[in-house]
């Protein structure tokens, strides 16, 4: 589902480009369709980055990432705007929701983006609503919402097209330990009815359990669970 | 992402700071008004003026008014030219018309009157156009027509002029010349002198055949009378001078030696034959001047100005811009988190260029259309309080049908389109940075 062959990447420091410095080295691993897999490692370690790299948020140094059979590495803005679209959903650790829209606009969001018409869309966002509990609350927006009910949300928005991988930034992070508890088992259950691939980035080992595996990043180097050096 | 689903993003965002918007709305709708009264006071007077000489039925005519030879000595048009402007294709008819070089007294029954004297060749006149109100055209030397106002100048010969009038300043009915003047006779002297000064007379008899049609200009009157070509040969006969004047030749400088004409005019076919002929004679070496041509230049004047008047105008426009762009700026990047987590979740940057180009062209269109209707407004309410303050102020009348500014539909479209391309390229640098708004940045996510 998720190839990485020798990925590596450094930032360019400097006001002319003078320093660079290494974030990633040389990372080779693959996730398979259905797997729960999550990256843990220290902050600073480079996990953040290699999920903004998979996101195509920023552009590796060198090496492959292949998605779902597709070479991504070289995938220009809007044709990776277009492939997160219709491939990947994300849960961010602060949810990332839009403060101006409710529960309900936020979650149709990737829905009008990818021009399904009106009725479609209010059966899906009604349906999804319901599958993440919150059919209580279409019109409440983010700042009335409760922190495990926002993140319910965003993960209802990254659900709403059914993509087949989820890339959950820290989703955790933010939660009270009752609803972590509660969010990582409707990950599971999503996992298990849905078979949606999770990538999950973490640096708590009790999150990380989560996973049917475990890769661990050390400075950069994948030290567990991948082909690293 | 179809277009309803972008406009309802676009309103959702307006809403969002609804003084900075009106704000921006205004400043454009103050440029649009601005450019287009502007421009409307010079449509409006090139209006006017095009009414005014639309008015005049002489837009087919070629005035001709001297030649000058290849020396570069002005000559007179003779008979010789005439029968060479006859002979030019588009030319319908060539009107020629002599003035008689003295104001006779005419006398009818007990009345009189002193009228200017044309000599004109009949034919020419009425495939040109003249018309009668009454009566025929003169088929013998001592048949004249008289202009229509002719009968009101006429008074009586016993009764002062002080006694003309009553004290309103109209005419005294009994000193009117009541009766039909067709059929009558008009006697006139005729007078010469010879090297001493001393003056010879002679009488005229002419009989009144017809009445010339009333002008059609404004406030013109005529009150000549038209003679033929035989009348005045006959009067040259006595005085010894192509026109008929009293003095002998040499006496008056630059009087012609030979038969000319004072005025000729070409009557073309169609209007725009007139232009061609006027460069074509005045090629040929003669003074012409045309209503047309006159137009031509008129309209190529007006079409500068207006113009000039539309830069101008632009410029209010562009300042208005400016306003514009501040607002897409702060538009972009107060809702720069919003646009990193729409570009996050798969929202092509086009679309979100799409969003805000939508956006500031909404602005320029709203400011644009309340901009028409407030520049109609002033435009009504100059045209109509512009004439009462000249008269308050001045005491000066406008000329009926007088109109300052004028709006027509095509400065309607070049305002507008004017407005909306302005508003469109002043939002297109803010909606190019939004797209480049970087997702990592915008999240405030760590790297």
Partial sequence: MITIKHLSHHFVMGKKGETKLPVLHDLSFSVNKGEVVSIIGRSGSGKSTLLNLISGFIH?????????????????????????????????????????????????????????????????????????????????????????????????????????????????????????????????????????????????????????????????????????? | MNFKDKWRFVQQNLKKNRVRIFMTVLATAMGTTFLIVLASVGFGLHDTLLKDIMEQDNLNEVSIYGYENEKGEHQYITDQHIEHFESLNNVKTVRRMNYLGQAPNYQVDNFEATAETRSVYFPAEQQAGMALAEGTFPTQANQVVVGYHFADELIPQDVDYDDLYTDDEVRKEETLFSENIIGKTLTFDIEKFDENDDVETTTFEVEVVGIVEEPVQRGWDDSNVYITDMLLNEIAAFTGTHTGSPYPVDDIEDTPTEKSYDNVYLHTHTLEQVQDLTTQLTDEGYYTYSVATEMKQLNMLFTIAKAGLIFIGTIAILIASIGIYNTMTMAVTERAPDIGIMKAIGANPRTIKQIFLLESSYIGLLGALIGTAVAYLISFAVNLGLPLILEAVFEEELPEGFQFSSIPLRLLFVAVAICLIVTIISGSRPAKKATQIDVLQAMKREI
């Fill in chain 1, 60 to 229: 590796p140094t060198s090496g492959e990432i292949t998605i779902n059979g597709t070479d991504v590495t070289g995938f220009s803005e809007a044709e990776f705007a277009d492939f997160r679209l219709n491939q990947i959903g994300f849960i961010f650790q602060n949810f990332q929701l839009i403060p101006s829209m409710t529960a309900y606009q936020n979650i149709e969001l990737p829905l009008i983006l990818k021009g399904i018409n009106e009725n479609e869309r209010k059966k899906i966002t009604e349906q999804t609503l319901e599958r993440v509990g919150l059919s209580q609350y279409p019109n409440h927006y983010p700042g009335e919402l409760s922190g495990g009910q926002q993140q319910r949300v965003s993960i209802a928005r990254a659900l709403v097209l059914n993509p087949p991988i989820i890339l959950a930034d820290e989703p955790t992070g933010s939660l009270d330990s009752e609803t972590e508890a509660s969010l990582l088992e409707f990950i599971r259950q999503l996992n298990q009815d849905l078979n949606i691939t999770f990538l999950i980035i973490t640096h708590d080992q009790e999150v990380a359990r989560i996973g049917s595996r475990t890769l661990e990043i050390q400075d950069g180097h994948l030290i567990k669970g991948g082909n690293s050096r």
